[in-house]
């Protein structure tokens, strides 16, 4: 099969426990959007024809309370084409309610504008060991978040930790994150680009850390 190169957007349709290990197919991709699913959940694909393509979650609406997408393959076969999915969308997981971990594979490099913002259940996420992009407001306002790590990192409770790999963290992506106490940023020999202050709140605003590390080797600029 041919592919072509797309850009894709991934909307969650429907709610409902996901399975261990879970196999998803593709059930629908005359257009867009193409559809998967694995028996429970169903993600739409939303997808134009652009260089360099990426697909994205778009997860509007609620989840169940574990959403483990590390079973989603990398490359899905969709109306022709194979849709690499790397990003969750803007506001992806936004005022989700319900969900309480997140686990995220290693192709998944960005992580989207608001997109775990207002989550009131959650309190882990595991992202990938190669995310390079968090946007402005990811984990904002979500005051029971406890765990943040990447794969591969052993999870402490209470405890942020950024994979070196992570170029940029922009504004206020941890806000109102009032369970964290501790941030540690992996030893690293790239620039690490931090967000200032959005509307006078910086970027652990609201967080009653206790500690900080930043590895050896960073230097880092500040940036809007």
Same mark, same amino acid.
């Given at each position: 099969m041919k592919t072509r190169q797309i850009l894709a957007a991934l909307a969650l349709c429907a709610l409902a426990a996901l399975p261990a290990r879970a196999t998803w197919?593709?059930?629908?991709?005359?257009?867009?959007?193409?559809?998967?699913?694995?028996?429970?959940?169903?993600?739409?694909?939303?997808?134009?024809?652009?260089?360099?393509?990426?697909?994205?979650?778009?997860?509007?609406?609620?989840?169940?309370?574990?959403?483990?997408?590390?079973?989603?393959?990398?490359?899905?076969?969709?109306? +022709?084409?194979?849709?690499?999915?790397?990003?969750?969308?803007?506001? +992806?997981?936004?005022?989700?309610?319900?969900?309480? =971990?997140?686990?995220?594979?290693?192709?998944?490099?960005?992580?989207?504008?608001?997109?775990?913002?207002?989550?009131?259940?959650?309190?882990?996420?595991?992202?990938?060991?190669?995310?390079?992009?968090?946007?402005?407001?990811?984990?904002?306002?979500?005051?029971?978040?406890?765990?943040?790590?990447?794969?591969?990192?052993?999870? =402490?409770?209470?405890?942020?930790?950024?994979?070196?790999?992570?170029?940029?963290?922009?504004?206020?992506?941890?806000?109102?994150?009032?369970?964290?106490?501790?941030?540690?940023?992996?030893?690293? =020999?790239?620039?690490?680009?931090?967000?200032?202050?959005?509307?006078?709140?910086?970027?652990?605003?609201?967080?009653?850390?206790?500690?900080?590390?930043?590895?050896?080797?960073i230097s880092y600029s500040t940036s809007s």
């Amino acid at each position: 099969m041919k592919t072509r190169q797309i850009l894709a957007a991934l909307a969650l349709c429907a709610l409902a426990a996901l399975p261990a290990r879970a196999t998803w197919t593709v059930v629908s991709s005359g257009s867009s959007p193409a559809k998967i699913t694995d028996g429970n959940w169903t993600l739409d694909l939303y997808y134009s024809n652009v260089a360099n393509s990426r697909a994205k979650y778009n997860a509007h609406g609620g989840g169940s309370t574990v959403l483990d997408l590390t079973t989603v393959n990398a490359d899905l076969e969709a109306a +022709g084409s194979t849709l690499r999915v790397t990003e969750i969308d803007y506001q +992806g997981f936004c005022n989700n309610k319900i969900v309480t =971990e997140v686990y995220l594979p290693d192709y998944i490099t960005k992580l989207g504008k608001q997109s775990f913002m207002y989550c009131s259940a959650l309190t882990k996420v595991c992202i990938s060991a190669n995310a390079v992009f968090v946007d402005s407001h990811t984990f904002a306002c979500s005051p029971n978040l406890e765990t943040v790590y990447y794969n591969g990192a052993t999870p =402490e409770t209470g405890t942020v930790q950024i994979p070196a790999s992570v170029t940029d963290i922009k504004n206020a992506v941890f806000y109102g994150c009032s369970s964290l106490k501790t941030v540690v940023m992996e030893d690293r =020999e790239t620039v690490l680009n931090l967000g200032s202050n959005w509307n006078g709140n910086p970027l652990f605003s609201s967080c009653p850390l206790d500690s900080v590390y930043i590895g050896g080797n960073i230097s880092y600029s500040t940036s809007s």
